[in-house]
């Protein structure tokens, strides 16, 4: 399994961006996708996951209301669609598909991760 993720750029406090991951292999379908990131000087931190049917999205605390994690099984794509972005999303995001159909926050519970794309907020 491969993963690519791409979308990220530079964008100002407020604005929008929508990252997307593509996967490789047949049985995307079957397994949640989630998104992870990891600031400067920091640990990575979970943002989203999706169930491997697109149901049951689930958000940090801290991007709920702003960050919506879709999937397209046709395309084996995941995406994450970010608004309102503050300069504290600013961090490289990482697509991860899980070991199962159903994944949380853990990383423990995603086997493949993409290679990250950076995103930068600036105000």
């Known amino acids: 399994v491969q993963l690519q993720a791409s979308g990220g750029g530079l964008v100002q406090v407020g604005g929008s961006l929508r990252l997307s991951c593509a996967a490789s292999?047949?049985?995307?379908?079957?397994?949640?996708m989630g998104w992870f990131r990891q600031a400067p000087g920091k640990a990575r931190e979970f943002v989203a996951t999706?169930?491997?049917?697109?149901?049951?999205?689930y958000y940090s605390e801290s991007v709920k209301g702003r960050f919506t994690i879709s999937r397209d099984n046709a395309k084996n794509t995941v995406y994450l669609q970010m608004s309102s972005l503050k300069s504290e999303d600013t961090a490289v995001y990482y697509c991860?598909?899980?070991?199962?159909?159903?994944?949380?926050?853990?990383?423990?519970?995603?086997?493949?991760w993409g290679q990250g794309t950076q995103v930068t907020v600036s105000s």
């Open positions: 991860a598909k899980g070991r199962s159909g159903v994944a949380g926050i853990g990383e423990y519970e995603y086997d493949y």
């Open positions: 292999g047949r049985t995307f379908s079957s397994y949640a």
């Open positions: 999706i169930r491997w049917f697109g149901s049951s999205p």
